[in-house]
């Protein structure tokens, strides 16, 4: 089982991680929730009808991880659009972020913290020699899931891939590269989200 999800009997999963991953795991976790930042209701009154009311931003992030995590819903992947219809589609990704960017936040907020919940909860004196073994249900298996693809998206983009071609190139960076320790999490971190779509599929 180590270093790659397993299924657990009637649905879930289930990893062995050592001390050190866990600790790379949950670190990364605690970033990409920094990143994320706070939900509307953490930041504004105790309306309980203001969250649901509540109007996203209208314009793409500035970070480019978050761009990444939140893109535009409207472009053209044929090609640069003309003056009238690029200004069309800014518009309607405006539209659209305004009303569901604050949910997509939440709804990754919620998954980052599963992970966090999930390693906290892991006893690690009960480790052997595979290390400490995390077991999910069904629900936190899906939200480690987007978790994990939201981790490797945010390395990703701080590493530039834009597609598979830059992945393999970094199979060859030298060791003295300090890129190399986000690479390697990176790599690690997508054998991880192949097992547990490969388990989730069983």
């Known amino acids: 089982m180590p270093g790659q999800f397993e299924p657990l ?15 790379i795991i949950r670190s990364l976790a605690v970033q990409l929730l ?14 309980p009808l203001a969250e649901l009311f509540a109007e996203g931003p209208s314009e793409p992030p500035s970070d480019p991880v978050l761009r990444r995590l939140f893109p535009d819903a409207y472009g ?24 569901t960017e604050n949910d997509l936040r939440a709804g990754k907020r919620e998954s980052a913290l599963a992970v966090i919940r999930g390693l906290d909860a892991v006893d690690s004196r009960s480790a052997g ?20 693809n939201d981790l490797r998206l945010a390395i990703g983009s701080r590493l530039e891939i834009a597609d598979e071609d830059d992945t393999d190139l970094l199979y060859r960076l030298p ?9 390697m999490a990176y790599l690690w971190l997508g054998g991880l989200q192949e097992s547990l779509v490969a388990t989730l599929m069983t």
């Open 9 to 23: 009997p009637g649905g879930g999963a289930a990893v062995a991680l050592d001390d050190v991953e866990i600790s």
């Open 129 to 148: 020699e595979d290390g400490a073994v995390l077991k999910l249900s069904a629900d936190e298996s899906r939200q480690w899931l987007g978790a994990l």
């Open 175 to 183: 060791d003295e590269d300090p890129r190399k320790p986000m690479v």
């Open 76 to 99: 053209d992947p044929e090609g640069t659009p003309q003056a009238q219809e690029a200004e069309e589609q800014r518009a309607h990704s405006a539209e659209f972020r305004r009303y």
């Open 34 to 47: 920094e990143l994320i930042g706070p939900g509307p209701a953490e930041d504004a009154s105790d309306d």
